[in-house]
């Protein structure tokens, strides 16, 4: 059974950082591209990091560019989304996914329609 499940959120202050975890069961995410997401209340879901399945190419939104660093760590089956100097419009819960239609070993995309498998999510507050 194919299972990603998301751990590290929690309630922080503006500027603090946190690790989010991605943990895949019953499949190796060593051949597929991995997307973070994240949905606020009332807001549409949004693209926030991808990495392809080389590992070679990541890409972020503008909103988190240069503060979030997503990775890949395939012999732990995991990927991670390090988020830093966090922001109170950071505030959303939390999702990975994984995508077997992007079949380029050099290419991530960063829309929801091109993965197949979501986690469950994890919530992540912001707030002073």
């Known amino acids: 059974q194919v299972q990603l499940v998301e751990s590290g959120g929690g309630l922080v202050q503006p500027g603090v950082s946190l690790r989010l975890s991605c943990a895949a069961s019953?499949?190796?995410?060593?051949?597929?591209?991995i997307g973070w997401f994240r949905q606020a209340p009332g807001k549409e879901r949004e693209g926030v990091s991808c990495i392809s399945s080389s590992g070679y190419i990541t890409d972020y939104s503008d909103s988190v560019k240069g503060r979030f660093t997503i990775s890949r760590d395939n012999a732990k089956n995991t990927v991670y989304l390090q988020m830093n100097s966090l922001k109170p419009e950071d505030t959303a819960v939390y999702y990975c996914a994984v995508s077997r239609r992007i079949v380029t070993t050099n290419q991530c995309v960063r829309e929801g329609w091109w993965y197949d498998n979501w986690g469950q999510g994890t919530q992540v507050t912001v707030s002073s």
């Open positions: 019953g499949f190796t995410l060593d051949y597929v591209a």
